[in-house]
């Protein structure tokens, strides 16, 4: 059970009273409650919560493991360009490793998976690489622990022409 609800409250060391919205949540593990301060006029509370506030958080978490997992936070040239270009390199990283996790099953851990996970698990493994006349193969060793996921998710990629 989720419900929401807002009102005007202030804290002694605030100078004047602001939109408070709660949401309370009731399960099988107990309640969890949650409050947020906004000055965002009108609008529903459970709009504003769920549509600007959780986003928000959503934008921040994928930040996040745009730093953590792909160093993205790493700017150690001399350079300007240089670090500009770094940080253009790691957003295109993360977006193969976004549409990556979009080629995976739905109701899999694959879909959630974080971005180390995918890197070190379907990324960075070895493999045989044969040049043919018309087309490049991959041959994966077969005690590869991940194959079968890796099978599907090559089988949706889309395939590159030249």
Partial sequence: MRRFTEFFDGAQSWSRVERIIARVEAGAQGSDTRFIVTNLPGGR???LYERI???RGMAENHI???KAHLSADRT???KATANQFRLFLHAGAYWLM???R???PKRSLWRIAQCDTLRLRLIKIAARVVELKTQIRLHLPSACPDQTILRVVLGRMPRLVT
Avoid: D
């Fill in 45 to 47: 509370a459970k709009t």
């Fill in 53 to 55: 506030y959780c986003r």
């Fill in 64 to 66: 996040k493991a745009w």
């Fill in 76 to 78: 150690s040239c001399t």
């Fill in 98 to 100: 976004w549409g990556l």
């Fill in 102 to 104: 979009v080629l995976m």
